[in-house]
């Protein structure tokens, strides 16, 4: 199947709630995977099944302990869990402190989740810069999505990010601006600011800012969520992410060497 990677330029703009709505809408089987090195939001805002808590100690961390035979699909998923609605998730670590302990394991998780047979994963990736020890599972995403608002100071980041990350990766790039959907305009000027750009981003979406409908994901919604304008909105850009990494790609893979690979740093 396919890894998508959501990251933001700058601060995280509401990629875990795109995340999480991405993931409750994706068309096939998917794993939702925190990958914010600044810590799990997933395990405070939702919930198990039948409201149960979600166990923090299992996930990125409890998963780097066992990796060391490998990372399939069965070992993935043993340190994964389900959010109640049924939407199969890998906790991110719970404090900064904690990435310490993830040691070499995130070249190899991009490579196993652009890998695997289970279905499509979706990474969280939280904010994303030259030292992010999560950017390996960036470059092995099949199709990277940088988030951001309509404010002047967030296209700037968005410019800046996409003009480093497109020398450093071999995806698909796509833009997810979150927009009150009356400011078409803002919106629109986004786009204009791409297409200044020599980088091409040919993939761009508008995802509605609509607070009414991101507190169901986090835990206080009120009503219908498939009546709020996020989810409209998500929806059709749900059908064509999936359309985009839905051809598979062949790979020669060496778990020996994606279980111990040799450090590569960002721009060499």
Do not use: Y
């Amino acid at each position: 199947m396919a890894l998508v990677a959501l990251a933001s330029a700058k601060g995280s703009p509401g990629v875990t709630t795109a995340s999480l709505v991405f993931g409750a809408l994706w068309p096939r089987q998917v794993l939702l995977a925190e990958c914010d090195p600044a810590g799990s939001d997933v395990a405070i805002r939702m919930t198990g099944p039948g409201g149960a808590p979600l166990n923090s100690d299992r996930g990125l961390v409890s998963l780097a302990a066992a990796s060391r035979k490998g990372l399939g699909d069965e070992v993935i998923l043993a340190h994964s869990q389900q959010l109640d609605g049924g939407l199969d998730v890998m906790l991110g670590v719970r404090s900064p402190e904690q990435v310490g302990g993830m040691g070499g394991l995130w070249h190899p998780l991009g490579i196993s989740f652009n890998q695997m047979q289970h279905g499509d994963v979706l990474a969280d990736c939280g904010r994303i810069g030259a030292s992010s020890p999560q950017l390996p599972v960036v470059q092995s995403a099949r199709l990277i999505v940088l988030v951001c608002t309509a404010t002047g100071s967030s296209v700037a980041h968005l410019r800046e990010r996409l003009s480093s990350l497109v020398h450093h990766v071999d995806a698909q790039l796509g833009v997810v601006v979150v927009a009150d959907p009356r400011r078409r305009d803002g919106v629109k000027q986004v786009w204009s600011v791409l297409d200044a750009m020599s980088v091409t981003v040919r993939h761009r979406w508008h995802l509605a800012f609509d607070p009414a409908g991101a507190a169901f994901f986090d835990g206080r919604g009120q009503g219908r969520l498939d009546k709020t304008q996020l989810i409209r909105s998500a929806t059709d850009i749900v059908g064509e992410m999936a359309a985009l990494v839905a051809t598979p790609e062949q790979h020669e893979f060496d778990m020996a060497q994606a279980a111990f690979p040799q450090h590569e740093e960002w721009g060499q």
